[in-house]
């Protein structure tokens, strides 16, 4: 089972292993640091967030001089329950998916917990912060689990793997079961939002479909009565009113939705052949990112960094890289770096 290396504060040096680049994607600043003479623009491909993004509309200056209304947040968390298809007394925004994953140890009580991996590991981070006893398992061993709480991240980072809802109805019968549904709008069918049941929490991140990461939007989704304690626990105002608005918006927009959802199946095919053309193997992935296999994953992250082009790697795993998806032009130059 993989193991996610640890961040380096060390300067990472082309020669030596790979440091916090492995910990997770979107360390531009490390890499320019880096690789100083790589050319400009860099293209970020190291995390799997939508190269087009939602039509930004920022907040007119009166609102962001006053703190947000929290009648306005209701409002918010309303329209984005209706595109979840989930109950809105259960839908609770939060300042990104992975702000309200680390809730969730305290949230829950929870003293022990087993972590489908590998997948993202921010995860396991929270629950070891919190002190609870943490192992990772395969999807194979999801039937005999005993664990307190069970996380799983469907469809899964980085591989796109997926648990059936059905399935997942049954692990939360006898457990909390955390859903971390962060890529599920590239699978909608997937979801389990409408399902939501006494101990089963979902997390929903808004960055990376719409392509608006930096605004920090998230949601977590649980019964009614878990939904009042959460929101008790993070106050009255813990999403901004640019987070608001513009959320409020973009989830309303079902034609983006169904255009956007359109385009990037179209170019994550297209990602697929320039790949296969590479030489690489796909392992897996969703419409936002694609996990390939390669002999020296590695030599190929430096050589591609060197040429200005991020993607994200591995520590345990030297022979993947992940593949955010690339828009048009710069699938071009990924082409020929590839070469």
């Known amino acids: 089972m993989e193991r996610w290396a640890a961040a380096s504060t ?7 292993d790979l440091g916090g680049f492995t910990r997770h994607g979107g360390r531009l600043a490390e890499a320019r640091a880096a690789f100083p003479h790589a050319p400009e623009p860099w293209i970020d491909l190291s995390t799997g967030i939508n190269p087009r993004p939602w ?21 918010l968390e309303r329209i984005a329950a209706q595109a979840f298809g989930a109950d809105p007394a259960g ?25 489908v991996e590998p997948t993202y590991s921010g995860h396991r981070a ?20 005993e664990a307190a709480a069970l996380v799983v991240v469907n469809p899964n980072n980085p591989d796109g793997g997926v648990i059936s809802p059905q399935q997942l109805r049954t692990l939360a019968r006898s457990r909390w079961l955390i859903v ?15 399902h939501v049941s006494d101990r089963m929490v979902l997390l929903r991140s808004f960055g990376k479909f719409y392509g608006l990461a930096g605004l920090r939007l998230g949601f977590v ?47 994550s095919r297209r ?15 969703t419409a936002l990112f694609r996990l390939a296999e390669t002999t020296d994953a590695h030599a190929w992250f430096r050589k591609l960094s060197a040429q200005g082009i991020l993607v994200r790697a591995f520590d345990a795993q030297p022979t993947w ?19």
Do not use: H
Not at 55 to 75: H, K, M, N, Y
Not at 180 to 194: G, I
């Open 10 to 16: 060390a300067a990472f040096a082309p020669t030596s």
């Open 55 to 75: 039509p930004l509309r920022r907040v007119q200056r009166a609102s962001l001089d006053r703190l947000p209304d929290p009648a306005e947040i209701a409002a």
């Open 91 to 115: 839908v609770v925004a939060v300042p990104g998916a992975d702000a309200g994953l680390r809730l969730l140890p305290y949230l829950t009580g929870a003293r022990d917990v087993a972590i």
């Open 126 to 145: 929270a629950w070891e912060v919190a002190g609870a006893a943490v192992r990772g398992i395969d999807r194979n061993e999801l039937a005999r689990c």
């Open 180 to 194: 971390d549904e962060s890529f599920v709008e590239t699978q909608p069918e997937q979801s389990v939002a409408a």
């Open 221 to 267: 989704i649980a019964v009614p009565d878990v939904a009042v304690r959460l929101r008790a626990m993070i106050g009255d105002w813990p999403v901004s009113s640019d987070a608001v608005a513009i959320g409020s918006a973009a989830y309303a927009d079902q034609a983006w939705r169904d255009i956007t959802l359109a385009r990037l199946l179209r170019d």
């Open 271 to 285: 990602l697929d052949r320039v790949l296969k053309n590479a030489g690489f193997a796909t392992r897996g992935g």
């Open 321 to 339: 890289l992940r593949f955010g998806i690339p828009g048009v032009q710069d699938c071009a130059r990924l082409e020929a770096a590839l070469l």
